[in-house]
């Protein structure tokens, strides 16, 4: 039996004003508060976080941001440090996510520094992979998927990693109504699973949490994690709304 907790988190990408992020963290926090048998996370963008953090703190619902900078401080226009994030109110942390690594150059060699700062600075790193559809269908996904995760865990030994969340997300599958079928989304957390407990051993293999992501919604929650080595989600577009967002939260 495992005794993972299911962490369902909401990517609110770059969506809502400081205002409108407070209102639908407001809403969902009515819609979920007692939530206790599991663990819920919502990462507003950046400009919204302190503002969000004043409803949440405290609550069942945790606070993420979207990405980070490794370094403490420094002349680097335009980025944000891990000791901003926590004193914003953070706890969780979105590294190379597909969006960054498609569209602003993210590496598996900067994921593994994000990660390294984001341990280092006591914020739960959630580790994004996943294939392109190209590579799904040239059969190169779990090449593709062995490969982010040895690069971007490099260097690392499993005492460094009890916190880090994977979180599985097709790159097909994001934002396209096209979800992975749950037998296909399985077959990959446990391919990953395998993969951890070869790298770094059983103990963390069982114990770490790997999420998919990729068009869930309230209709296919259930299904997804009904399959034995999914262990919550990461959710774009459906998390938008509160209402929405809690149905999944309380699938
Ligand atoms: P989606 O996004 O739920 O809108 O597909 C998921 C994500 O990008 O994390």
Not at 13 to 35: F, H, I, S, W
Not at 198 to 207: D, M, T, V
């Amino acid at each position: 039996m495992t005794s993972r907790t299911a962490l369902i988190a909401g990517n609110w990408k770059m969506y809502k004003t400081g205002d409108d992020a407070v209102e639908t963290a407001r809403r969902l926090l009515d819609l979920v508060k007692d939530v206790r048998d599991r663990d819920i996370m919502i990462a507003p963008p950046f400009t919204a976080l302190s503002q969000v953090s004043q409803i949440v703190n405290g609550t069942p619902v945790g606070l993420g941001a979207q990405n980070l900078y490794w370094e403490k401080e420094g002349a680097f226009t335009g980025e944000i440090s891990p000791e901003m994030l926590t004193a914003a109110g953070c706890q969780y942390v979105i590294i190379g996510h597909s969006e960054r690594r498609q569209f602003f150059g993210e590496t598996d060699e900067t994921v593994n520094q994000k990660i390294r700062a984001a341990n280092a600075n006591s914020l739960i790193p959630v580790f994004c992979i996943g294939e392109s559809e190209q590579e799904r269908d040239s059969n190169l996904t779990f090449s593709v998927l062995d490969k982010q995760v040895q690069s971007g865990l490099q260097g690392f030994a499993s005492g460094d990693l009890e916190r880090l969340v994977i979180a599985y997300e097709p790159v097909w599958a994001i934002g396209t109504g096209k979800t992975a079928t749950s037998s296909q989304a399985q077959e990959v957390h446990s391919f990953l699973r395998s993969l951890v407990e070869k790298l770094f051993g059983e103990i963390l293999a069982q114990s770490i949490r790997i999420l998919y992501g990729g068009s869930v919604k309230p209709n296919n929650i259930v299904e997804l994690m009904g399959m034995p080595d999914i262990d919550g989600a990461l959710v774009g577009g459906a998390s938008l709304d509160a209402e929405t967002f809690s149905k999944i939260v309380c699938y």
